[in-house]
């Protein structure tokens, strides 16, 4: 079996902060990590995933996340967060079982 | 490429009618999954279909079910609609290697009020 815990629902932050949402996952076997990015009224979309390989990966605007097998946590980062960054982030994982999604976390820019 | 397109996009049902969800794959992806997503329960996982079978399920009740025909399209049916059963449902295609380990691409989702 699988778990994610998201351990914030809410993330205020102003513009042009760094911001991390956090993403802890439990598995007894080997895992594949995504995060997903919702805006309002729109269905999930892919932000980066980790498969294999470099445990840091990142995605075309500018988020990162980092595989760290022994916390066994998938915490994505931004060094400056836009306005449009505004959304619901959700952390899933996957590998030898049904995708598991967490509850989401919900991030607010402020200007 | 059209992207996973969902209708309708919105419905209201009272309490023991039935409903169908339709969904359509970007062209190409031969895997649909289904998903509910509650403010309360989050985003959980209801069935997948490949080549027209059901090829995994969730732990959702019979009263939800689904198929999927030769073109890939897919519908989901809840019968005897419950008040717990209103949500915003997802449907995600992917080019089914492997639903454990594909990258999902979802649709904007069906928004199901039941009263």
Excluded at chain 1, 34 to 62: D, M
Excluded at chain 2, 89 to 110: E, I, K
Aim: glycine fraction near 8%; aromatic fraction near 12%; proline fraction near 5%.
């Amino acid at each position: 079996a699988q778990s994610v815990t998201q351990l914030d629902s809410q993330v205020p932050v102003f513009e042009e902060a760094p911001v991390e949402l956090r993403c802890n996952y439990s598995s007894s076997v080997s895992v594949y990590l995504f995060w997903y990015v919702q805006y309002p009224n729109q269905g999930l979309q892919l932000l980066l995933k980790y498969l294999s390989g470099s445990t840091l990966v990142e995605s075309i605007n500018g988020f990162e996340a980092e595989f760290n097998k022994s916390q066994t946590s998938f915490h994505l980062r931004k060094p400056s967060v836009h306005i449009s960054d505004t959304a619901e982030y959700f952390c899933a994982v996957g590998g030898s079982y049904i995708p598991t999604f967490g509850r989401g976390t919900s991030l607010i820019v402020h200007p | 490429k059209a992207g996973v397109t969902q209708t309708p996009r919105y419905l209201i049902k009272t309490r023991g009618q039935q409903v169908t969800l339709s969904c359509s794959p970007i062209s190409g992806h031969r895997s649909v999954s289904w998903y509910q997503q509650t403010p309360g329960q989050g985003l959980q996982f209801l069935f997948e279909y490949f080549s027209e079978t059901q090829r995994n399920k969730g732990n959702f009740p019979g009263r939800f079910s689904g198929r999927q025909f030769s073109n890939s399209r897919s519908e989901m049916n809840v019968s005897t609609l419950e008040l717990g059963d209103s949500a915003l449902y997802l449907c995600a295609s992917s080019l089914a290697t492997s639903l454990f380990t594909d990258t999902q691409y979802f649709g904007p989702g069906t928004r199901l009020t039941v009263l």
